[in-house]
């Protein structure tokens, strides 16, 4: 009988050859490319990797599956992470993408101690989004007054000025929603200090100027329709 020609085996990449694929692939928006060649890194035997690609391996296998949108995955690998390399410089990050992960999954308290997690390991680099989704995550648990206290954190956190502006407008929406007219319209002050376009201005102006007739201060609220 003739023998049956076997496949030789698939070569396996080397490691570090790996890794630099799927970083390229990872910063260029090719997640699910990245987080098939990170796993084949991960799924090498311990001792044909060296240990510094590993951990790399492991961060970016969560954080493409974060980006990918598959969240559940990002979590698993976002924990072994913090889990096996508690002391690694990008741990306090690997807590904020696994935030960002339990956000995209609905677990808003997971969510938070995450993000608390990141603002004591990371203090004072992106506060200011840290407290936001704080602020979300507990706007979604139906707590309406510590999402407004997170959300005045993130806005006294530095940021930039156009999504400070945003921030500040939905920080004044939910004031105005608490029925705390006086906070609503200090930040609508905030942001006529800074604005510039006269346009923009105009309908801050306009919805400060609701606020204060709402607050029952008729000649303020006047005095800014006119303007």
Do not use: C, M
């Not at 400060?208 to 800014?224: E, I, K, P, Q, V």
């Amino acid at each position: 009988p003739i023998p049956t020609p076997t496949t030789p085996p698939t070569p396996t990449v080397a490691p570090f050859v790996a890794i630099a694929e799927a970083n390229a692939a990872l910063q260029n928006g090719d997640y699910e490319r990245a987080v098939k060649v990170y796993r084949s890194v991960l799924d090498q035997p311990v001792l044909a990797v060296d240990p510094a690609l590993r951990t790399s391996a492991a961060f970016g296998l969560g954080a493409a599956a974060k980006r990918e949108g598959k969240f559940q995955e990002a979590v698993a690998a976002l924990t072994d992470f913090i889990n096996n390399y508690p002391n690694d410089p990008r741990t306090a990050q690997a807590y904020f993408l696994r935030g960002d992960s339990y956000l995209g999954l609905s677990l808003w308290e997971n969510a938070i101690t995450d993000f608390k997690a990141y603002l004591l390991k990371r203090p004072g680099v992106i506060d200011s989004y840290a407290h936001e989704r704080i602020g979300d995550a507990y706007l979604n648990l139906g707590l309406p007054t510590k999402a407004l206290e997170s959300y005045d954190l993130a806005v006294q956190s530095s940021r930039g000025l156009v999504p400070l502006l945003i921030l500040r407008e939905r920080l004044a929406a939910g004031y105005l929603n608490a029925g705390d007219l006086n906070k609503a319209i200090a930040q609508y002050d905030a942001i006529l200090e800074v604005a510039q376009n006269d346009g923009y201005r105009a309908i801050i102006a306009l919805n400060a100027a609701d606020a204060l007739a709402r607050a029952g201060n008729s000649a303020a609220a006047a005095a800014r329709y006119q303007n």
